[in-house]
């Protein structure tokens, strides 16, 4: 199947137009979608710290989860639609970037993962760590690692 | 007598071996970058977990005191990880940098959060004791978390502008307060 047809019609939309037509647009939504990693980074690190059993050590695992949900939440939700503009702008490039392959295949996983299986291990989990947090937590790490520095590399390749 | 100034010292580090190599440097650069970026999530985004304990609005259970002793260490880390990487990007491109008006907005900043934070420790986290497990901490310690965000926001979105060279020095004219800002040498006009 080929996408590069889809690729052209983002490209296309009005969205991706404005975008590329503005020196400043694009600069700007990058910057928000930076901030948006670094909460996103910060409310997904505190919850996979306690699940390693570092961190907020002192209280329950499924505590701080419910705690940083909201903020991650929101922050997922601002680096989805800045994501998606700054893609519409130069969705074409992305096409033919590899980068932009290993973000988008991870970012799906990454997501489902954190929603319908660290979500549901942290709410039963109590005071201690165990071999189940850990390993979902080291996971959750490397999955967001990837998406975030192969999203970084899309401007390099 | 060459004059002796920080241009002058910048252009001199401009011309080592290794800060071209840097620069110029296929993989080393842009590895370099990413991990200043990407460790972002990690100094920044626990940065603000902290600031959203202390305005009150998250981890509220958590002790102020504890939240401090747990967190902080793991920001600590970050901000090494971003210290280095960014003195290597610094070095790569000195003078450029340098010259950069959002780089020169970004030190600011980054002075200020600088000493917020040791304010923060110096002064108000003294009483913290008495508000330890408080919901919402007193108004000078959410001030200080108010401050923190801020400034760690604009500093990201002034790091980010760098990259960009609408107002650097060699794509002249550019007007007086730029050229004066970002300490342009501008050739007097004819």
Known sequence: MDLLPYFEWIEATAIGNAIRQSLW?????EAVHLLGLSVLGGSVLIVDLRMLGAGLRNHAISQIARDARPWFVGALVIMLLTGWALFSSEAIKCYYNFSFWVKITTLPVAIGFAFFVRDRIAAGAGMNATTLTRVIGLLSIALWFT????????GFS | MPRVSILSFLEWLDSHAWSTALHESLYMYPLVESTHVVTLALFVGLTVTWDLRLLGWAFTQVPV???ARRILPWSRVGFFIMTTTGLLLFYAIPVRNYQNIFFRVKMIMLVLA???????????????SGWDTWTTPPPAARFAAAASITLWFAIVVAGRMIAYNWFDCDIQPQSDFINWAAGCVVPPAE
Do not use: C, D, K, Q
């Open chain 2, 65 to 67: 005191s504890e939240f």
């Open chain 1, 147 to 154: 998406v975030a520095a192969a999203g970084r590399w899309i």
């Open chain 1, 25 to 29: 647009l694009f600069p700007v939504i």
């Open chain 2, 114 to 128: 600088l000493v917020n934070i040791w304010y923060f420790h110096r002064r108000t986290e003294r009483s913290v």
